[in-house]
């Protein structure tokens, strides 16, 4: 049987991946890892909780890592100590290359943490929804960072974890295409970086998603209510 580890945030391009692999690779077993890493808010947890359960996973966690925020304090304003979340508009161009939201070395602990956990129980596919941003970029969900994670992954002697990044070249507006044939659920979604009632439609998150519903010609669901 096929197996695979998914890094589920609750966000668009993980809950997408997430029902994707469940839909296209019949008897699949998956399983779902989220992260507490000491986030602003924990709305997504909520989110990836119930994306879970709808795919029907085989098994979900919610890993509580929140020292990571302490360790890297104000090098992020996505932590719960750093500083205030920006509007996209208010970013400069040079901000744009690797923004404030930006959170250091995340997505390779990230990762690392899921090889263990996968190579533990005999999986040996780690799945995280990596995609080209529209208007900002981080470096952790490129191609080539794809690639040199695979060639560290590749020294294990027995049992070597293979990292996948189905979207890595899509845009948010083709991995929503890509949802919507398969049927997820994007109300019980959450992109915001700040964690209100409704989302702020203004941070780099909430833009880049817009852009995206609008690219796919639908409209998004948590803003219709």
Same mark, same amino acid.
């Given at each position: =049987?096929?197996?695979?580890?998914?890094? #589920?945030?609750?966000?668009?391009?993980?809950?997408?991946?997430?029902?994707?692999?469940?839909?296209?690779?019949?008897?699949? %077993?998956?399983?779902?890892?989220?992260?507490?890493?000491?986030?602003?808010?924990?709305?997504?947890?909520?989110?990836?909780?119930?994306?879970?359960?709808?795919?029907?996973?085989?098994?979900?966690?919610? =890993?509580?890592?929140?020292?990571?925020?302490?360790?890297?304090?104000?090098?992020?304003?996505?932590?719960?100590?750093?500083?205030?979340?920006?509007?996209?508009?208010?970013?400069? %161009?040079?901000?744009?290359?690797?923004?404030?939201?930006?959170?250091?070395?995340?997505? =390779?602990?990230?990762?690392?943490?899921?090889?263990?956990?996968?190579?533990?129980?005999?999986?040996?596919?780690?799945?995280?929804?990596?995609?080209?941003?529209?208007?900002?970029?981080?470096?952790?969900?490129?191609?080539?960072?794809?690639?040199? =994670?695979?060639?560290?992954?590749?020294?294990?002697?027995?049992?070597?974890?293979?990292?996948?990044?189905?979207?890595?070249?899509?845009?948010?507006?083709?991995?929503?295409?890509?949802? #919507? %044939?398969?049927?997820?659920?994007?109300?019980?979604?959450?992109?915001?970086?700040?964690?209100?009632?409704?989302?702020?439609?203004?941070?780099?998150?909430?833009?880049?998603?817009?852009?995206?519903?609008?690219?796919?010609?639908?409209?998004?669901?948590?803003? %219709?209510?």
């Amino acid at each position: =049987m096929r197996k695979a580890v998914i890094l #589920l945030s609750g966000g668009i391009d993980s809950s997408t991946l997430l029902h994707m692999i469940s839909a296209r690779e019949v008897g699949v %077993e998956l399983y779902a890892l989220s992260f507490q890493y000491g986030q602003k808010h924990s709305r997504e947890l909520r989110m990836a909780a119930w994306q879970a359960e709808a795919a029907g996973v085989c098994d979900h966690q919610i =890993m509580d890592i929140s020292f990571f925020s302490d360790l890297v304090g104000q090098g992020s304003v996505l932590t719960a100590i750093g500083s205030s979340v920006p509007d996209l508009a208010d970013l400069t %161009e040079k901000e744009l290359d690797q923004p404030p939201t930006y959170v250091p070395n995340r997505n =390779m602990m990230l990762l690392s943490l899921a090889a263990a956990f996968a190579e533990s129980r005999g999986v040996q596919r780690v799945c995280y929804g990596a995609q080209a941003q529209d208007q900002y970029g981080y470096w952790d969900c490129t191609e080539a960072f794809v690639e040199r =994670m695979n060639t560290v992954f590749s020294l294990n002697r027995r049992d070597p974890i293979q990292v996948e990044a189905p979207f890595v070249g899509c845009s948010k507006a083709d991995v929503v295409k890509i949802g #919507l %044939e398969i049927g997820v659920d994007y109300a019980h979604t959450w992109t915001c970086y700040r964690g209100d009632a409704k989302p702020c439609l203004a941070c780099p998150s909430c833009v880049e998603r817009a852009d995206a519903f609008r690219g796919a010609g639908i409209k998004d669901p948590l803003v %219709e209510v």
